[in-house]
């Protein structure tokens, strides 16, 4: 037997025969040869896959049901800046896992000049007894702006008036009292300013040294507050920029001017809910040391055009500061909501709101002035109009 040499043109045939035999028998689809060429010749090779939004409810709250109960027919009063929501029936029967807020309609009519922060000392020389003396002053609720249009209850006006009227003597700018056992009025009470940087300044008359107090001093002044107490609380000289250092007493001889400021009683709004975060394994975080609450949003009071509301006359115009010229209606739809997680299989059966500032204290409520005296009464039967929150319930 003999055995014949392979060439490599041999070798190369061969190999091509052998693969052709293999790919007998084969479709288009073992090759991948349909998915290459067009997906519309067989739908058999095209994956379909369907994506739909979550399904969601709207749970709806409006301040003014607060005064109702699970019991059909009754009323009970309720704070407006603390209450909980309760009917007969449940609120919600909700199959939702998570909670967001996506609307709130918020009346903000709480006048930045309040009954948390209305009240300043200041000390100096009594016409009375020519001795230091410490003056309570009390300045009347309302809205206090920069401007100086006649007619208008602006800062400046007030403050030097309320200086410069007897004590005791209830006005329309409000009462200065002598405390500690003091007697007489402020002999050459200091002016009362606006710069141009929008800052306040107060400067001696006539070289008559005085002092500034935020807290009501003791004989001797031995219960000075904190630096800490002074800017994380409302009060009336850290509501016009006053520095620490220049409202803890001691005599200024000449004046002495503070930071720029908006005049805004608080910058935002915290709306907190306990009840909506029950199932939520999350808590909020804040700068704030004294921070401790379930948000469910923090509502700035600007708005987010941050437009400047021009008023006035041409000749002296002036500028609609939300929350300082007057009240305005707070509308916000929330791109970035807040999703808090609930149980599906749990019914929402009341719910439970608190409105505070930033100092974290509850929003002020209505006081009724009378003109006849001084007397700020806490209203029971009225309050500030109502606002509602739209909240959105979603399966996801």
Request: charged fraction near 10%; aromatic fraction near 12%; proline fraction near 5%.
């Amino acid at each position: 037997m003999r055995t014949l040499p392979i060439t490599s043109g041999d070798l190369i045939c061969r190999l091509d025969i052998e693969m052709s035999d293999s790919l007998l028998g084969r479709s288009p689809f073992d090759m991948n040869a349909m998915k290459q060429q067009s997906y519309a010749t067989d739908a058999q090779a095209v994956q379909t896959q369907v994506a739909r939004n979550p399904s969601t409810q709207y749970l709806v709250l409006n301040s003014r049901d607060r005064n109702q109960t699970s019991v059909t027919g009754q009323y009970v009063r309720q704070a407006w800046n603390q209450f909980r929501l309760q009917r007969p029936q449940n609120i919600m029967q909700t199959y939702a896992t998570r909670m967001l807020v996506s609307e709130i309609n918020f009346p903000f009519y709480v006048p930045n000049v309040n009954n948390l922060n209305n009240t300043f000392w200041i000390g100096g020389v009594s016409t009375t007894t020519l001795t230091f003396t410490v003056w309570e002053c009390v300045l009347s609720i309302g809205y206090y702006g920069f401007g100086t249009l006649a007619g208008t209850n602006q800062l400046v006006t007030a403050v030097n008036a309320l200086l410069a009227q007897a004590p005791g003597v209830v006005t329309q700018y409000g009462v200065i009292l002598p405390i500690n056992g003091g007697s007489g009025s402020i002999s050459n009470p200091p002016s009362f300013s606006l710069l141009n940087d929008y800052s306040f300044q107060w400067v001696a008359t006539a070289g008559q040294a005085f002092s500034l107090y935020f807290y009501a001093p003791t004989v001797g002044n031995t219960n000075t507050p904190s630096e800490a107490t002074y800017y994380n609380t409302a009060n009336f000289l850290s509501l016009i920029g006053m520095d620490y250092s220049t409202v803890i007493g001691g005599g200024i001889p000449v004046g002495v001017y503070g930071n720029p400021t908006t005049l805004q009683y608080t910058q935002y709004i915290d709306i907190v809910s306990d009840k909506l975060h029950q199932y939520s394994t999350n808590r909020d975080g804040s700068s704030d040391n004294f921070f401790n609450r379930n948000l469910l949003c923090r509502l700035y009071i600007s708005d987010e055009a941050s437009n400047i509301v021009q008023g006035g006359t041409q000749a002296n115009p002036i500028q609609f500061v939300p929350g300082v010229t007057g009240s305005l209606i707070i509308h916000r739809q929330f791109k970035n909501p807040k999703a808090v997680m609930w149980d599906k299989e749990a019914s929402v059966d009341w719910f439970d709101i608190a409105v505070y500032d930033q100092f974290g204290n509850l929003l002020p409520d209505a006081f009724v002035q009378f003109p006849a005296g001084f007397t700020n009464i806490p209203i029971g039967n009225l309050s500030y109009p109502d606002f509602q929150i739209t909240l959105l319930a979603s399966e996801n």
